[in-house]
């Protein structure tokens, strides 16, 4: 009997180990919030949701930063190799007038040239008049800008400032490729015909952005069609 009366009841047992294990349940355990008072819940990392939300705030404003940065830097190094003149595509690639060695591509200097004043247009009709857009100051033409031999190529301009204003539209034309016959369409974009002389056939494009030059490749009932639209000329050749 003396014996049994130094021993623990499980009911004391039961009390003794609540109370040995009151820290734990005040971090995050089974007593009332009540006790969250005296010691703040904490997460298994260490970081309040605050923080973490600014941390991956700042990693997605530091990506977007970079990859500008590296999409900027591409651009360059595109645009630099586009002009380097071992490039075997340099007449076609580099579209940069200043870096443009336009001797090496057998052009005239279409930036000291009025090209609608300097009767350098092609000779045969209908593209010795240039397409003046409709409700707007700009026209469009073609003008053979070959030093020495025929090349054609697409030019916008403003319709009272021509040389101050030209924009180059079309890179590939030359002996083989003579770009004519160009014309806005309704929608302000630029459409032309593109004639291999050495296949003796006829390509039509439409030059969906004026600032970089980007075409798509329609059919000649395409271009006639946008042409129509365009003028209500049912006399087009």
Request: glycine share 4%.
């Amino acid at each position: 009997m003396h014996k049994n009366r130094n021993r623990f009841t499980p009911l004391e047992k039961a009390t003794d180990f609540s109370r040995w294990y009151a820290d734990f349940y005040a971090d995050g355990g089974l007593m009332p919030p009540s006790a969250k008072t005296v010691r703040g819940q904490s997460s298994l990392t260490g970081f309040t949701p605050k923080f973490l939300l600014a941390l991956i705030t700042a990693l997605t404003v530091f990506s977007v930063l970079s990859f500008a940065q590296n999409r900027t830097a591409y651009r360059q190094e595109t645009a630099n190799l586009s002009c380097s003149t071992e490039n075997p595509r340099y007449c076609q690639e580099c579209k940069d007038p200043d870096k443009r060695d336009f001797a090496q591509c057998d052009e005239v200097d279409y930036r000291k040239v009025d090209l609608l004043k300097s009767g350098r247009l092609p000779d045969s009709p209908p593209y010795l008049s240039p397409d003046r857009e409709n409700g707007a100051q700009r026209v469009v033409f073609a003008a053979n800008i070959g030093n020495k031999n025929l090349k054609s190529e697409i030019f916008i301009a403003d319709a009272d400032d021509h040389s101050g204003t030209q924009k180059r539209l079309s890179w590939d034309g030359g002996a083989a490729q003579v770009n004519l016959d160009p014309f806005f369409t309704v929608d302000k974009k630029v459409a032309y015909t593109s004639i291999d002389t050495r296949k003796k056939t006829e390509n039509y494009f439409v030059i969906e952005d004026i600032r970089n030059g980007k075409k798509t490749k329609i059919t000649r009932e395409q271009s006639d069609s946008l042409y129509l639209a365009a003028h209500k000329d049912p006399e087009r050749k």
